[in-house]
């Protein structure tokens, strides 16, 4: 008899002299020794499955189920094959005719015992907490909130402006994901995760902290249209690191829907601006009201000697309900009724007005607030259940609190 390891550890068996038979559905059946033992197995089985075929109960395994395709994860199963240097796992190695096999030695039990240890032992340093996976941008979570406990407000700020430049802000916009998978909710109640970093980075607006030392200029540029969130951040992260950029935008102030899409009863536009202000303060310039397509093209930046264009122009159309009368008089999509309130423009909403707001995510409840407090009787209408809304059930409790008829399945 003759063995050879392929790639994967695997062995091959090759002797001459097997006896091979089959099984009732047509597989090759030929012999093995486990533990001693000749017993009877057949093509595609693995060690562990002739073992259990014949009686041989001392091959201990955790992740083996029928159910699932066998992965080797927890190595309880591990056997010596005469021939094989490294122990194999018995789940997934195929029998081959000839092979010698060992269960139980005073090597394999240190080695399960020693798998097993760190199957139970405490993972924690090892796993990213639930809200911090929940959080699309993946901040870390447990470290700001360690920083703000001792009172490190200013380093709290900067871990989190590690990947996004805006905490305060968010601090106050963002529908908080990760307060929904938050463990302390196990015990009392979720902490207001998303208010902390928003606290922490207020208490030193104007003497802001920085993620990391500005780089040296590289001499690149970059023409960034939007001066939206995302173009924002775009030149925020491209000034730290060195390049020149330059922000065109077609509205006559920067911030995007958080200024012109977010009422400012929800983000005071003062207290907006000094945190963008820490964009500009990087040496970033901007230009409004020029718009791509109208005033000017992607070329026409490549032709100012732009390296690079980067796009973030943002949704400004509102969905299309294609409903019967949805053009009708006094009809207003929610986008421009929202940017025409902040801009002091005329707005169809006035006191003792009676209003239907069709919709139930954060924009509707949006538009929603902005007229109760306009003085109109709004109603707010969904056509689906409390639960499915886009908002939060918060979102919906403050509108309901502040006077709205809030409907459903309509």
């Given at each position: 008899m003759a063995i050879s390891i392929r790639d994967n550890l695997s062995p091959?068996?090759?002797?001459?002299?097997?006896?091979?038979?089959?099984?009732?559905?047509?597989?090759?059946?030929?012999?093995?020794?486990?533990?001693?033992?000749?017993?009877?197995?057949y093509e595609n089985q693995t060690l562990l499955s002739v073992a259990s075929d014949n009686g041989i109960p001392d091959i201990p395994n955790m992740c083996d189920d029928e159910k699932l395709e066998p992965t080797a994860t927890c190595?309880?199963?591990?056997?010596?094959?005469?021939?094989?240097?490294?122990?194999?796992?018995?789940?997934?190695?195929?029998?081959?005719?000839?092979?010698?096999?060992?269960?139980?030695?005073?090597?394999?039990f240190h080695i399960r015992?020693?798998?097993?240890?760190?199957?139970?032992?405490?993972h924690n340093a090892y796993c990213q907490p639930p809200c911090q996976i929940d959080c699309p941008t993946h901040i870390d979570i447990p470290g700001y909130l360690e920083l703000i406990a001792k009172g490190s407000?200013?380093?709290?700020?900067?871990?989190v402006k590690e990947v996004l430049p805006f905490p305060y802000i968010l601090g106050l916009t963002c529908p908080a994901p990760c307060q929904k998978a938050c463990r302390r909710a196990l015990v009392e109640e979720e902490i207001a995760i998303c208010r902390m970093h928003g606290h922490a980075a207020e208490m030193c607006l104007l003497d802001p902290p920085h993620p990391y030392p500005k780089d040296p200029p590289t001499g690149k540029r970059v023409a960034i249209v939007g001066a939206g969130p995302a173009g924002l951040t775009c030149a925020y992260y491209l000034a730290l690191k060195g390049h020149y950029?330059?922000?065109?935008?077609?509205?006559?102030?920067?911030?995007?829907?958080?200024?012109?899409?977010?009422?400012?009863y929800r983000l005071q536009k003062d207290m907006m601006d000094r945190e963008i202000d820490h964009v500009w303060e990087l040496g970033v310039d901007l230009q409004c009201n020029v718009k791509l397509g109208k005033d000017f093209t992607i070329d026409d930046l490549f032709?100012?000697?732009?390296?690079?264009?980067?796009?973030?122009?943002?949704?400004?159309?509102?969905?299309?309900?294609n409903l019967p009368g949805d053009d009708a008089e006094g009809v207003v999509n929610a986008i421009s009724y929202l940017g025409e309130k902040v801009e002091g423009k005329p707005i169809p909403v006035k006191e003792g007005n009676?209003?239907?707001?069709?919709?139930?995510?954060?924009?509707?409840?949006?538009?929603?607030?902005?007229?109760?407090?306009?003085?109109?009787?709004?109603?707010?209408?969904?056509?689906?259940?409390?639960?499915?809304?886009g908002a939060t059930q918060e979102e919906a409790e403050d509108g309901e609190a502040e006077g709205t008829d809030l409907q459903f399945y309509v």
């Open positions: 091959i068996v090759h002797d001459a002299q097997a006896v091979m038979v089959r099984n009732e559905t047509g597989h090759p059946g030929f012999t093995l020794t486990i533990d001693g033992k000749t017993v009877q197995a190595r309880m199963c591990l056997v010596h094959v005469e021939g094989v240097k490294q122990p194999l796992p018995a789940c997934t190695t195929p029998a081959i005719p000839g092979m010698v096999v060992t269960t139980n030695s005073d090597e394999l015992r020693t798998n097993l240890e760190m199957l139970l032992s405490d407000m200013k380093e709290a700020a900067r871990l950029c330059k922000v065109f935008d077609m509205q006559p102030q920067p911030g995007g829907m958080l200024r012109y899409g977010i009422p400012e032709a100012q000697g732009f390296d690079a264009v980067y796009l973030g122009i943002g949704c400004w159309i509102s969905n299309d309900p009676e209003v239907v707001v069709i919709g139930g995510g954060f924009t509707a409840f949006d538009c929603t607030r902005t007229s109760l407090r306009l003085g109109a009787k709004v109603h707010t209408m969904y056509r689906r259940s409390r639960l499915e809304m």
